[in-house]
């Protein structure tokens, strides 16, 4: 069994809770500019998306300058140890371009973390940390986990409890064993995110497939399309992570589509049987087991 080391994490409420560590691995950005997100943290969007969806909550728009951020602060914790001598993750250097604190005992410390955005990016409106360690690399499944069963981190997630109103933007970064989501009051000035690998941008508030969340369950009930199944997996969570694996293998098209008790996943979608036909045979190479769903089968 995987022995975790107990820190806390310090909530705005001022108590203290206790939380682990949970591949990350990706290393972050010089600038802004060349941000985009790592497989596991396209992979924790998801499982918060599909539990906010479980909850008939709307997704969160997944914010570029939030999660700059997010994996900024925790490259900081892990290479400089803000949070060491007394004070907590939501703690800051003073090896950055940024205002250090020590969160534990800095009286602004409330403006320390809401403030931090501004600083770093040209987010403008007030936004709120959560932060997971483990004691080793750490996973989405491991920090989503642990957060949706903490009553007040869970609040975040489902905006529950003081947390009533609506987020606008989402941030995630992970980095070795830290996992960090930020939660934004406002829109993210930067309109396009894309996963790492990726040219395909997540989809933001006014686009018109908002309602797919990274998750797309049906690309246009108006256009029947062929799509290539390379399995099916009986409950949500599991098709979220299955997606955002592939998505980071390359397949950027990759999306569930729920059958029955249910989900079905789909690595790529043709508009004729034609030409989903000459694609299985390339797909089948990877994945042995895949095959042709018509738009008519049930």
Not at 119 to 135: D, F, N, P, R
Not at 258 to 277: C, K, L, M, V, W
Request: a neutral charge.
């Amino acid at each position: 069994m995987l022995r975790h080391r107990l820190i806390y994490l310090l909530l705005i409420t001022g108590l203290f809770l206790p939380a682990f560590r949970a591949p990350a691995q990706e290393s972050g950005p010089v600038l802004l500019a060349d941000h985009c997100a790592s497989p596991a943290e396209v992979e924790l969007y998801n499982l918060i998306t599909a539990f906010r969806k479980i909850n008939n909550l709307p997704p969160i728009p997944f914010s570029k300058s939030l999660s700059y951020v997010a994996r900024v602060h925790m490259m900081d914790i892990t290479d400089n140890r803000p949070d060491f001598g007394g004070c907590n993750p939501h703690s800051w250097s003073d090896k950055g371009q940024w205002k250090p604190c020590c969160y534990a005992r800095d009286e602004k410390r409330i403006i320390c973390m809401t403030e931090k955005p501004k600083e770093l990016t040209m987010y403008k409106a007030k936004a709120w940390e959560i932060v997971y360690e483990g004691g080793e690399p750490a996973r989405a499944e491991d920090a989503f986990n642990l957060w949706k069963n903490i009553s007040l981190t869970r609040d975040y997630l489902i905006n529950g409890g003081k947390w009533t109103k609506p987020w606008k933007a989402i941030g995630i970064g992970i980095y070795g064993d830290y996992a960090a989501v930020w939660f934004g009051e406002g829109d993210d000035p930067e309109k396009i995110y894309t996963a790492c690998g990726s040219d395909s941008a997540f989809t933001l508030p006014g686009d018109p497939e908002i309602n797919r969340g990274q998750l797309t369950e049906n690309p246009s009930a108006a256009s029947p399309v062929f799509s290539i199944i390379t399995g099916s997996l009986n409950t949500l969570e599991k098709a979220n992570r299955e997606v955002a694996r592939l998505r980071g293998l390359g397949y950027p098209k990759a999306r569930l589509i729920p059958a029955g008790n249910n989900y079905r996943i789909s690595i790529a979608d043709y508009p004729t049987e034609t030409e989903a036909q000459r694609h299985l045979r390339e797909i089948q190479a990877g994945f042995p087991g895949a095959w042709v769903l018509k738009p008519d089968a049930p």
